[in-house]
């Protein structure tokens, strides 16, 4: 088979290796790696037709079905930058994405391109391809399409010549402060990402994968890549309800799901019939440290799958993950480098780090994104040089420094302490705020746990823990005493806020920037 280049030679080899076998499902039909290529083609022909040119962002604003997934692979095809778009997000964060990555052509529903009418004029959008409303009528200064899934791909059409280390994507990442951030991912990126988590997962054309998470999400979009590059079979799923996993895993088989804590606290509450447990070959867990006792009921739930414990940021798609076959003995850790990356933990001059002491989680390898679009100085600020002892003769290659700190045993696998902007500094002390969720979550007493700091005075800051209760409510004073029996007093929470439930972010992590400010208003009251 020719080189896999480019981010729709996954599919194109998927097709060319096994054309009938199953690629898609998506409420209940199921579509081949013939099909699903057809359909890409015939995109890519419309996307060719409106005049989309090398580099060209196209923005695709769906919930996760068919022709989300074609779309992305089609303006690969078409040499454009596809940028996903979480359908959950509302018009004024889209219109930020659509703005800030200047896309020329939107691909979206027709409900959702009514809800964009109050900002659209204000983006570079051209032209619109609606997907299930062929009669649709916008009157507005761009060109609206209906979406043609028949088209075809002539022969002689000029396709615009793409290299691997082109820019493939723009996934929109939350920062600490301000508007999301596009973080640039090219095709090697992309492509070198699949298969590496392919390879570490064993993922064969064998597996069902449960597409659970959202596409815009780097750990989402690699359930679907990481599904071509193997010829695997993925379900697609717009999550909503816990017990939606289950009954989806037993009516397709699935072998393997990849999700974030919060999820993962749900899932684990939920009734798994023992078949279905029995059939999961592995679980995979991103975005956050799992928690101890969610971690032991989910390995008593899944006996037979084998659980990898993942650690990853968007600005370099994946790091690192635990080898299953470490679990009990290093429960705690984020594992090492995935196969072909190298994963650094540094001082602030760059110098390497003892075994023991802490530093910042470097990355290095083919997995290290372009940088922040159009910020040059954003960019320049996260991804620097490292550099190679007794090897001057290079030229600066850049790693991505990943603003966690970590620290690495003597056997080289990783732990990590927090994030560099959440470190809470009260008393005079450097507090993670994971370890105090972790000792929360291992009272039994809480379900959902996030630690932060809020100035204070005379500490600097107080810690404050935002909780929700494992039944109906959370005895606060048998809280804060667990808690005084396990940590320090200064890591003591002085303020515990009990919730129904935590606020999450379109990809499912808890939305610590939103607590912050709710905290923030109460307090000024």
């Known amino acids: 088979m020719p080189a896999r280049t480019n981010l729709h030679h996954l599919l194109s080899q998927a097709v060319a290796e096994t054309p009938n076998a199953s690629a898609l499902t ?12 057809r359909r890409c083609n015939a995109a890519t022909a419309q996307l060719l037709g409106v005049g989309l040119q090398r580099g060209d962002r196209v923005a695709i604003y769906l919930e996760k079905r068919f022709e989300t997934v074609t779309s992305i692979f089609a303006v690969s095809a078409a040499g454009g930058v596809f940028v996903p778009i979480n359908h959950v997000l509302k018009a004024t964060q889209v219109g930020h994405i659509l703005g800030d990555s200047a896309a ?19 983006t570079h959008v051209e032209h619109v391809i609606v997907v299930g409303d062929a009669g649709l009528e916008v009157p507005a200064p761009w060109t609206v399409h209906s979406w043609d899934d028949q088209g075809l791909l002539s022969r002689d059409r000029d ?27 090219s095709h090697r990126n992309l492509i070198v990402g699949a298969e590496s988590v392919c390879s570490y997962l064993k993922n064969t054309s064998d597996d069902v994968i449960l597409s659970v998470l959202p596409l815009s999400f780097d750990a989402g979009l690699s359930q679907v890549t990481t599904a071509f590059s193997a010829g695997a079979h993925c379900i697609l799923m717009n999550y909503l309800l816990p017990r ?38 592995y679980w995979a867990n991103t975005g956050g440290r799992m928690p101890r006792p ?38 705690d850790s984020i594992g090492k480098a995935i196969p072909n990356a190298e994963i650094l933990v540094l001082r602030p001059d760059g110098v390497r780090c003892d075994p023991g ?53 003597d056997e080289g696998f990783l732990y990590f302490v927090g994030r560099r902007d959440d470190m809470i500094k009260t008393s005079g002390y450097r507090v993670s705020p994971n370890e105090i969720e972790e000792a929360a979550h291992n009272t039994g007493l809480v379900r959902d746990a996030v630690a932060m700091g809020l100035d204070d005075p005379a500490l600097g800051q107080r810690i404050v823990l935002m909780a929700t209760p494992v039944a109906d409510a959370l005895d606060v004073d048998a809280l804060t005493a667990a808690l005084k029996r396990v940590l320090p007093l200064y890591m003591v929470p002085s303020l515990i806020e009990v919730r129904d439930e935590l606020p999450r972010s379109p990809n499912g992590k808890y939305d610590r920037n939103s607590l912050r400010s709710e905290l923030l208003l109460e307090v000024s009251r």
């Open 159 to 185: 396709i615009p010549h793409v290299i691997d280390i082109d820019p493939a994507a723009i996934l929109y990442t939350s920062g600490s402060t301000g508007q999301p951030k596009g973080v640039v991912l």
């Open 104 to 122: 020329r052509v939107l691909v979206t529903s027709a409900d959702r391109l009514a809800q964009l009418a109050s900002v659209l004029a204000e």
């Open 294 to 331: 969610t971690l032991d009921r989910l390995r008593g739930i899944f006996t037979e799958a084998d659980p990898y414990l993942m650690y990853g940021l968007t600005e370099a798609f994946r790091s690192t993950y635990l080898d299953p076959a470490e679990i009990d003995r290093r429960p």
């Open 244 to 281: 939606e996993v289950p009954r989806l895993c037993e009516q397709y088989g699935v072998t393997g799901i990849t999700g974030v804590p919060p999820l993962w606290l749900q899932l684990a509450d939920v009734a798994w019939p023992l078949a279905v447990a029995g059939r999961l070959r």
């Open 26 to 37: 998506y409420r209940g039909m199921t579509i081949s790696y013939f099909e699903t290529w």
């Open 357 to 409: 002491e802490e530093g910042e989680l470097v990355h290095r390898g083919a997995l290290v994104a372009l940088g922040y679009w159009n910020d040059p100085m954003r960019t320049a600020e996260r991804y620097r040089p490292v550099h190679h002892a007794g090897q001057d003769w290079r030229a600066p290659e850049r790693a991505v420094w990943s603003g966690d700190r970590v620290v690495a045993d």
